[in-house]
């Protein structure tokens, strides 16, 4: 935390996937870093998940997709730091790791490209590749047919483009960072589609100590940190990853923590939700707090349904 530059000259690899989105992310970070005196190169590491593409998400095993390769990076001396979408990254980290920064959250909602879900046609074809947001479109428009989709951002908004689908929901924050934010159709409120675990958040991982860990934690941002901690915490209360129906989204008022947990079936017929506040300074605490309630009123059975499906798994 704290604003000041960092004065000794070192040259620090930040770790990164190809993707469009993820080099945007990666260089705003490399950015942050020269304004306080940080040398900085960027490394495309490609991951599981980008070689594994055209398969649905929940059926390849969801845990470090997209993250294994980058911390092994890390681990090995590679790279000094990793810039990853915090939603991707596991609740528990390989040891040795942590998670040095987290800094200002973007905007954590769902948006719909190609209209509004209320004025699509009957019967229309939405694109999503999130078991989450399969199960609350379902609730929401019970008529759409829900069709798989993959590929990074530009791919997706190109397969709307060319008919292929009516309309496809994204995080609003991968649009808009990538400056498309005029696109969007319709951002959703988190109590009407309830977000996935930390997104809007990036990640910023590193050796628990040495100058990577040091030159980072400047760009730690604790109103960012307290709320994704008691999301994270209850993901993890939940034993589930981030290809799971899970959604969360957690606020912080003054000193107390807002948390909203939501658990969901996947064909959208069952919907457990709980919403619980605390301390700002025990964020683990209110998350584990809300995952418990959350399994108490039979969001186990949902869970176990999720995972006995998936368990054929792409290595």
């Known amino acids: 935390m704290g604003g000041g530059r960092y004065t000794e000259k070192i040259m620090l690899v930040i770790g990164s996937r190809g993707s469009q989105l993820a080099l945007w992310q990666a260089n705003y970070i490399q950015e942050r870093l020269t304004a306080r005196g940080v040398q900085t190169r960027i490394e495309i590491i490609k991951t599981t998940g980008d070689r594994i593409q055209d398969a649905p998400l929940h059926k390849v095993g ?57 004025e699509l046609k009957p019967g229309a074809v939405i694109g999503t590749s999130s078991l989450r947001r399969i199960a609350q479109l379902k609730r929401l428009r019970p008529d759409a047919v829900i069709k798989d989709i993959r590929g990074n951002v530009d791919t997706r908004i190109r397969k709307v483009e060319q008919g292929e689908y009516d309309a496809i929901v994204l995080a609003a924050a991968g649009i808009q960072r990538l400056g498309w934010g005029d696109i969007i159709g319709e951002t959703f409120r988190p109590d009407i589609l309830c977000p996935a675990v930390a997104q809007g958040a990036l990640a910023i991982e590193t050796l628990q100590s040495g100058k990577g860990f040091e030159a980072c934690q400047q760009l730690d941002d604790p ?14 209360g939940l034993g589930g990853g981030c290809q799971v129906p899970i959604g969360a989204y957690a606020t912080l008022e003054d000193n107390e923590l807002f ?18 506040g605390g301390d700002a ?35």
């Open 62 to 118: 969801g845990k470090g997709l997209f993250t294994k390769e980058i911390e092994e990076a890390l681990l090995d001396g590679r790279i000094g730091l990793a810039v990853h979408s915090m939603k991707d990254l596991p609740t528990e980290l390989p040891s040795g790791l942590t998670i040095a920064a987290i800094p200002n959250r973007a905007d954590p909602r769902d948006a719909m490209i190609g209209g509004k879900l209320r």
């Open 223 to 236: 109103w960012t940190r307290f709320p994704v901690a008691a999301e994270r915490a209850m993901l993890a």
């Open 259 to 276: 948390l909203t947990g939501a658990v969901f079936s996947p064909d959208g017929s069952t919907m457990i939700r709980y919403t619980a």
């Open 281 to 315: 300074a025990k964020p683990h605490e209110l998350g584990s707090n809300v995952a418990e309630v959350l399994l108490k009123r039979g969001a186990q059975a949902i869970l176990d349904l999720v995972y006995a499906t998936s368990s054929e798994q792409i290595v």
